[in-house]
């Protein structure tokens, strides 16, 4: 769907449903079984609940409204209200928000939800003030992993292969220094990609795997855990300041609490995926990570070189 198509189809979004500053569009790519789709859905109610019925959030799933990349262009334009996108692709809009891509850098989960609720956190969607928006809050989206029609065991396996990846220079980076080819193409069109063999592998979550259906062609996947990266949920600047001080609060507020149920139902949903997974015909491989996170290690040294992303990097591993 070329640019121009994408503002009509934002603009008559925005005519269908009379949007005024208490109306407000959320637009995503995910399927509506997603726990991302669950907890947009609980700060919508929220927003409701909390406004008493004079503000509405209208949710638009499986990239209605065009690509993840479409939708956050759309967002800094004004186009749409907000949308939910990947956590790696908020990069290209705020480079701030590479470090959340750094191969290795969170521990675990727990690791990550310390941060997502902390003072850094915040301080990273506010980054973005002055670029078109500003960041509500973040979404666990669970550790990615590469995934094959062929078994990737060592990072040797991965020589050569095309890999799909979002549009975001830390992860294309990442994929280079594994000794593969990065291969930005849109979320919605990996499926296709993979039978077709634009590319020879992803990476994801075990639940885009499953819910997308990337499973049905991909039946390796490698538990290399190379990332632990929040998705973003992004407001337009513009959005923001039509709003009054009342209603920014109630969206912050709404934003924050469906966070901590989100965080919730990703793990109940992921690990229900990975079963689904697993009947499926699904491989999990278990790996040596270190031989992955051995390879990467220049981009935690060269990120620190930068002051700006030290300091998140100084947070988070001091947590």
Known sequence: MNKKCLALTAASVL??????????TLGHAMNIESAAHAGMTIFAEKVKQKSNGEMDVRIFPNGMLGSERDQAEQVVTGAIDMAKINGSLAESFEPSYSVISIP??????SHMHQ????????KLLNASKGKGFIGVTLYDSGSRSFYSSKPIKTPDDLAGLKVRVPESPTMMEMVRLLGAKATPVPFTEVYTALQQGVIDAAENNISSLVEMKHSEVAKY???????????????????????????????????????EEEIKIWAEIDNRNMEVA??????????????????????LAGAKQDPNLRYYIDAIEGM
Not at 15 to 24: E, P
Not at 115 to 122: G, L
Not at 279 to 295: M, N, P, Q, T
């Open 15 to 24: 005519l269908a449903f009379g949007v005024n500053a208490k109306t407000l």
């Open 221 to 259: 996947y490698s538990l290399d855990q190379h990332m632990i990266t929040p998705d973003l949920i992004m407001i337009s600047e513009s959005t923001w300041g039509s709003l009054t001080p009342a209603q920014q609060k109630i969206v912050k507020e709404a934003a924050l609490e469906s966070m």
């Open 115 to 122: 941060f997502i609720r902390s003072e850094a956190a915040e």
């Open 278 to 299: 697993k009947k499926s015909g699904v491989e999990f491989i278990e790996v040596d990570k270190k031989l992955f996170a051995d390879k990467v290690k220049p981009m």
């Open 104 to 109: 290795f850098l969170f521990r675990d989960a």
